[in-house]
C-alpha cells in the first residue's frame, strides 16, 4: 500500500533469511539492508555514510553494524551513531512480517538519501550560554553538531585560524587533486541553518579561565560560559642549513596539498620522513613526479606504530613504482639556486637532486596559546584530561589531536593518539560533558592509510609492542596481524 511519500514493497520470503544475516534487497531501485538479528528484522540505508562502503559486508554484534572500511558503527534499530568516523546517521525503515512475507515501508525522500541527519535544536536568541569552540577540526565539529542534537539552544561559536569550514584533512595526503567543496565536511549553509557561528580566519592567542575569556590576534576577545580546545597539530619544522628555501614544503591544508602536487608534476621529489604523510604523499605523487625519493631515520617506514615487517611491505610495494629509499639516513643540508631548492644533502654526503622538498617529520600540540594559563599539559604540550574530556581547569575542555587522555585498553595510562576517528569521539564526548550529562569516553582507536589502492586498517594501541603474530600472506598483501606484549 502506497500513500502520497511512502512505499511498501515485499522483499523476500522470512525463511529466506537467516538470523544474523546482512541482506541487501531493492525497494523502488533503491538498495536498502535488511537485517534479521535475534529473530526480529530491520532495515536500514546500504551505504556506510562515511566513505560509502556497503553495509552488507559489515559486522553485525548485538544491535550494532560496524562498517567494513574504516570501523563506522550503527544502530541498526535507529541508524544512530555508535562509532565514528561519520557524521551522518543511517536512515531507517519499518519492516513488518505478514503470512511469512516480509514488507519495508520507507519514505521516498528517505529512499533518495543515503543518510539521516540527527534532530537539532533550533538556537534561542534569548539564550546568552555561549559554548566558544576553538579549532575547526573534526574534534570541534561533532562537539557543535552534538551540543545541537543534545538539546542546547544557546550560542555556538567555532573558531578556527584556516580559511574554511570543517574539512576531510585525511583526504590531503590521500588524494591531493581534490577539490575544496568535495572535503567539506559541511557546507556553509549547513552552519548557519543550526546557528552554528563560523570563524574562520582567526588565531587565538591567549586564554584568561579565571574571566572566561579567549583573547585572539586581531585584538577581539570572546567571552565564553564553556571552553573547548581543540586547535590541533601543526607539522614539526625541518631545522637545517637551507630548510626555509623556497618549495621546502610542509602539509597541514588543502592550500599545501595543491601546492605540492602543482610543484611535483613532472618534478623531482624528495620526501623527509617516511612515516603516514610521507609514505602516503609518496604513494599519490608516483605516477606523477619524475622522481621521488624518501629519507628517513628509521630502517623501514611506519616502523615506529606497524613494525618492520609491514613498513617492509609498504616499502616494497613503492620501490615497485620507481620510489628511492634512503633509510637509516638524515638530511643534512637542503641546497638551492635563486632561493630555491636544488639538492638535499644526506649526512653520508650523497647527493639528491630536488624541485621540491616535503617534510613529514611529525607534528607538534597547538596549546602555546595556553602557556599563562593553569591548564596542566604534558612535556609536550598535550593538554591533560580525564575520560569525560574535562582539563583540570573548570569549564574548560578538550578534545582531539592536542590531548593526552586515558586510553582505556592501556589500562588508564594518558596518551596522544591523532586518529582522525579518536577526535570525532572527543569531539562528541566533551559535547555531552559540557552540558553536565557525565558520559565518559569508551572507544576503540582505530586509523587507516592507503597505498596505491591497498588500504592497511588498524585497530587498537599497540605501544610498546614486543612481538608480532602474522595470519595470511604478506607478499600477496592479505593478512592480519596481531600486535603482543
Known sequence: MDTEDSITEQVCQESDVQDGELRE??????????????????????????????????VLAGNRLRCPWHGACFNIRTG???????????????????????????KKKDLE???????????????????LLLGGGAAALVCAETLRQEGFTGRIIMVTKEKHVPYDRTQLSKAMDKTLESIYLRQQDFFEAHGIDVWTDKEVVSVDTQGQKAHFQDGAL????????ATGSSPRQLQCPGSDLENVCSLQTPEDANRILHLATGKRVVILGASFIGMEVAAFLSDKASTICVVAREEFPFQAVLGPQLGGVAMKMLQNKRVKFYMKAEISELRGENRKVTEAVLASGEKLPADVVV?????????GFLKDTSIAMDRGGAILVDLFMQTNVPRVFAAG????????????????????????AHGHIAALNMLKKQKALHTVP??????????????????????TVVKGNLEQLKFLVFYIK
Not at 617534510?359 to 596549546?367: A, D, L, P, Q, Y
Open 80 to 106: 544512530d551513531i555508535e562509532e565514528y568516523p561519520t557524521l551522518d546517521c543511517l536512515p531507517c525503515f519499518k519492516v513488518r512480517v505478514e503470512d511469512g512475507k516480509v514488507f519495508i515501508t520507507a
Open 446 to 467: 582505530f586509523f587507516w592509510t592507503s597505498l596505491l589502492g591497498k588500504s592497511i586498517r588498524y585497530a587498537g594501541y599497540g605501544k610498546g609492542y614486543t612481538d
Open 401 to 424: 589531536d592536542v590531548t593526552s587522555f586515558p586510553v582505556t585498553l592501556f589500562g588508564g595510562m594518558t596518551a596522544t593518539i591523532r586518529h582522525w576517528q579518536i577526535a570525532q
Open 359 to 367: 617534510v613529514g617529520i611529525g607534528v607538534t600540540s597547538n596549546s
Open 222 to 229: 570572546q567571552r565564553y560560559d564553556q571552553l573547548l580546545i
Open 25 to 58: 534487497v531493492e525497494v523502488a531501485g533503491h538498495k536498502v539492508l535488511l537485517v534479521r538479528n535475534k529473530m526480529e528484522f530491520s532495515a536500514v540505508g546500504s551505504k556506510c555514510t562515511h566513505a560509502g562502503a556497503s553495509l552488507s559486508k559489515g
Open 113 to 131: 538519501s543515503d543518510r539521516k541527519l540527527k534532530a537539532m535544536s533550533e538556537r534561542c536568541r534569548s539564550n546568552e550560554n555561549t559554548m
